[in-house]
């Protein structure tokens, strides 16, 4: 199974607030991350965060990590119907490079 | 700048018959990654080269997949025979070395869908 583990699916109405959570279990990740999928595309990276920080505010992005909790999530602001896609987060996996360990993804669908 | 290319987007086989996934990295790009992503999983690392180097292949299954990148730069990935479980989205990612790899900076491709009948 996953050691990164999210819900799968997440329904908004255009305008509210979108948020998505994760669970990762290496306490020793360096880094965690938020990707975006679209429809027939690769993944993008979205952001990121260090370890050693609790928040980080990009934009209508909004990170947070409960270290103590293995808790990540991501706050979207003002969602947009171009803000649907599959959403992964991922954590580094220690003592490599580039190497990383992707949850499921989960699916936002906006909705007007 | 161009991104990563892959080809084919899809592929359709039957089971035992053989496959090739090619991919050409972003220029300049030593860091070269295959991933295998199942239906509703996420993306799981099979292969990932340095230049023409392989840095971790451990769940690549050499049995039936082959991977390469004779030249540092593109790169096959082959399975052969296939099978059933198989089918999945291949997505190729390239990372630069000095760059924001270690903080996740992988630019991947749009993937090669592949349906093993």
């Known amino acids: 199974g996953e050691d990164v583990e999210q819900s799968l699916f997440l329904s908004v109405r255009e305008g509210d607030s979108s948020v998505i959570n994760c669970t990762y279990t290496?306490?020793?990740?360096?880094?965690l991350y938020w990707y975006k999928q679209e429809p027939g595309a690769g993944l993008q990276l979205l952001t990121y965060?260090?370890?050693?920080?609790d928040m980080k505010q990009d934009q209508r992005l909004t990170v947070l990590l409960n270290k103590k909790d293995k808790h990540l999530s991501l706050r979207i602001a003002d969602t947009q119907t171009g803000d649907s896609a599959i959403y992964f987060c991922?954590?580094?996996?220690?003592?490599?490079?580039?190497?990383?360990?992707f949850g499921a993804g989960t699916q936002v669908v906006v909705t007007p | 700048e161009a991104g990563v290319a892959q080809s084919p987007r899809y592929k359709i086989i039957e089971k035992r018959q053989s496959v090739a996934f090619w991919c050409n990295p972003i220029?300049?790009?030593?860091?070269l990654y295959w991933y295998q992503q199942i239906l509703g999983q996420g993306p799981k690392l099979l292969i990932q080269?340095?230049?023409?180097?392989?840095?971790?292949d451990s769940q690549l299954p050499k049995d039936r997949f082959s991977a390469e990148r004779l030249k540092g730069v593109d790169s096959t990935l082959k399975i052969q025979p296939a099978k059933l479980e198989d089918s999945a989205v291949y997505l190729c990612?390239?990372?630069?070395?000095?760059?924001?790899?270690?903080?996740?900076?992988?630019?991947f491709g749009e993937g090669s869908r592949l349906t093993v009948l």
């Open positions: 991922a954590e580094s996996i220690p003592d490599s490079w580039g190497k990383f360990q």
């Open positions: 080269f340095q230049n023409n180097g392989v840095v971790d």
């Open positions: 990612a390239s990372s630069s070395p000095g760059g924001l790899a270690g903080l996740g900076e992988l630019f």
């Open positions: 965060i260090f370890s050693n920080m």
């Open positions: 290496d306490s020793s990740s360096t880094y």
């Open positions: 220029s300049g790009h030593a860091t």
